[in-house]
């Protein structure tokens, strides 16, 4: 899987805690591990924090979303050494500013404040050139497990 890949590469398979995080799939997926766009990282939560934010995502995605429609073609580096190779969209505002996933990402901040300041939705891919397939799926993860999901309508 591409995330353990990425763990052996910086030596933190060993060291990494399981923590929650949140993506967008593509619709050609049915694993979230390989290709994804991170929505929000949330890192340790307990199980009253878990609900929680099944309840804040319920909230904003519980009666379906539209899917996310972009071109993922503008390959750039991310990483401490900036040698993952990552494709970010050629116009992010359909992720960016997104009628419920924006507000979602405020209100997850409740749980956990960005560390960066500003969202720079990217797929994290060795190979792929250029990606067309909506994005169809909301995932809550735990570490490679998915733990409740909602689909676009």
């Known amino acids: 899987m591409f995330l353990t890949n990425v763990c052996e590469k910086y030596e933190l398979r060993a060291k990494v ?6 993506a967008l799939v593509f619709d050609v997926e049915n694993d979230p591990n390989r290709l ?14 878990v609900d929680d934010v099944v309840e804040t995502i319920d909230r904003w995605l519980g009666d379906g979303w539209m899917p996310v429609r972009a071109v993922w073609d503008q390959e750039d580096q991310f990483g401490p050494e900036r040698d993952v190779r990552v494709l970010k969209p050629t116009d992010p505002t359909p992720v960016t500013e997104h009628s ?3 507000p ?3 209100d997850l901040d409740q749980f956990r404040e960005d560390d960066w300041e500003s969202y720079e939705p990217h797929v994290s891919t060795e190979r792929e050139q250029i990606i067309v397939s909506p994005l169809v799926e909301y995932v809550l993860m735990y570490d490679e497990e998915v ?6 309508l």
């Open 17 to 22: 805690i399981p923590t929650y995080w949140t």
């Open 36 to 49: 994804h766009v991170t929505h929000k990282y949330l890192g340790i939560l307990d199980d009253f924090e």
């Open 100 to 102: 419920l996933l924006a």
């Open 104 to 106: 979602l990402r405020v």
């Open 147 to 152: 733990v409740r999901s909602w689909p676009a």
